[in-house]
């Protein structure tokens, strides 16, 4: 008789098969539930991960709603000071020369054009940020070059207002999906920021194929922009020179509003400068 048949003859081989069985199932369930476990466990993780993730994003944004809110109080509330202070002489002035009520309805119409021009920003801003991905891909096709043809046109009266020379220096003709309109609006904050801050003597305006792409540059040869700005340049609110921004009637929310047009259109806005050797803005689409 060989060994597995007086095995299996043995008393004890039933014992034996079913503490094997036994034990394979033991260890097939102890598998099943360490994987089990294992893959709760990585869920866990990835829930944790997720909740501390979103509750990050929270507080992102409720800084940026806080942020917005307080630079938005603010905003407003320098025109108004003015406002009211200038109504306040009005009512009181019965003594106020022809010239002071002047300087004071100068003031009121300044002011109420400054809070207009910020609305009309937030308004584009909110705009812009809640176009659905089915508006974007509604986007026709459209000649870029007529595009820079009708800015630079619009421009050209304003820029010989201001003695500075307006040149359109490239324009190829590029055709890309976008909404002509606001690429429009956004090289119109490009070349009016040009006009008001740079102290340019010249800007010009320019368009090429590159990599696929279009690029829209503005380019001037004004003071140019520390180094140190150039990262926040395009954050809501954000100006270099504050004084001066009000003084113009800036909103501080028109770079904001070209970062938003370049990224509704899948593309990117970015800045070149140096102190004393102008800026150069390029949109990307």
Not at 71 to 95: K, S, Y
Not at 202 to 221: F, M, P
Request: aromatic share 6%; glycine share 8%; with cysteine.
């Amino acid at each position: 008789m060989t060994l597995t048949a007086s095995f299996f003859n043995s008393p004890s081989a039933p014992g034996f098969i079913l503490a094997a069985a036994i034990g394979a199932v033991t260890a097939a369930v102890i598998y099943h539930f360490f994987r089990r476990t294992k893959a709760r466990f990585a869920q866990l993780v990835s829930e944790r991960d997720t909740k501390e993730k979103l509750i990050e994003e929270m507080r992102k944004l409720e800084k940026f709603r806080r942020d917005f809110i307080s630079n938005l109080t603010h905003e407003i509330r320098t025109p108004l000071t003015g406002i009211l202070g200038a109504v306040d002489l009005l009512e009181d002035g019965e003594n106020l020369s022809d010239s002071d009520r002047k300087a004071m309805l100068a003031i009121l119409k300044n002011e109420s054009v400054r809070l207009d021009k910020l609305a009309q920003d937030i308004l584009a801003l909110a705009r812009i940020e809640h176009t659905s991905d089915e508006a974007k891909r509604a986007f026709a096709v459209c000649n870029l070059a007529d595009v820079l043809k009708n800015v630079f046109t619009l421009m050209k009266p304003k820029a010989a207002t201001a003695g500075v020379g307006l040149v359109l220096l490239k324009n190829e003709n590029v055709k890309a999906a976008c909404d002509a309109a606001l690429i429009e609006e956004a090289l119109l904050n490009l070349m009016e920021n040009a006009l008001k801050y740079s102290g340019s003597r010249t800007i010009e305006l320019s368009l090429e194929a590159t990599g696929g792409r279009a690029k829209i540059t503005v380019a001037d040869n004004g003071v140019g922009i520390e180094k140190k700005h150039l990262p926040r340049l395009f954050e809501r609110f954000y100006r270099v020179d504050k004084a001066r921004s009000r003084e113009k009637g800036g909103t501080g929310l028109g770079l904001a509003i070209v970062k938003h047009i370049a990224q509704l259109h899948g593309g990117e806005v970015s800045v070149a400068s140096s102190p004393g050797e102008g800026c150069v803005f390029s949109i990307i689409i």
